[in-house]
């Protein structure tokens, strides 16, 4: 199974970017599928989630300006990003957790990265 991420890049403060990503390969079920961020020198966190009945949590830092949602036709999940900030700087990995088959346990899948950039 691979994650393949999209849509990072430079932005202002205040601007708005939108990050994708498409799972691929052999897998029976998702279940969730969520983006963790990491800055330079700090620890990866998760940012949002969002559970296989669209259950959706965020990290305080980001609740109210970034919105996680989910297309199950196309195996992606995004993330809508607004009123960015600096701080939002890092390298975003989108992360699952599926099933390769029923009644067998999860296992994770994390994708490459892309960098965001948000300049003041």
């Known amino acids: 199974v691979q994650l393949q991420a999209s849509g990072g890049g430079l932005v202002q403060a205040g601007g708005s970017l939108r990050l994708s990503c498409q799972a691929s390969?052999?897998?029976?079920?998702?279940?969730?599928m969520g983006w963790y961020r990491q800055g330079a020198g700090k620890q990866r966190e998760l940012v949002a989630r969002?559970?296989?009945?669209?259950?959706?949590s965020y990290a305080d830092s980001v609740k109210g300006r970034f919105t996680i949602s989910r297309d199950y036709a196309k195996n992606t999940v995004y993330l809508l990003m607004d009123s960015l900030k600096p701080e939002d700087t890092g390298v975003y990995f989108c992360?699952?957790?599926?099933?390769?088959?029923?009644?067998?346990?999860?296992?994770?899948?994390w994708g490459q990265g892309t960098q965001l950039t948000v300049s003041s």
């Open positions: 969002i559970t296989s009945d669209d259950s959706t």
């Open positions: 390969g052999s897998f029976a079920t998702i279940n969730d």
């Open positions: 992360h699952m957790e599926y099933q390769r088959a029923s009644y067998v346990p999860a296992v994770a899948s």
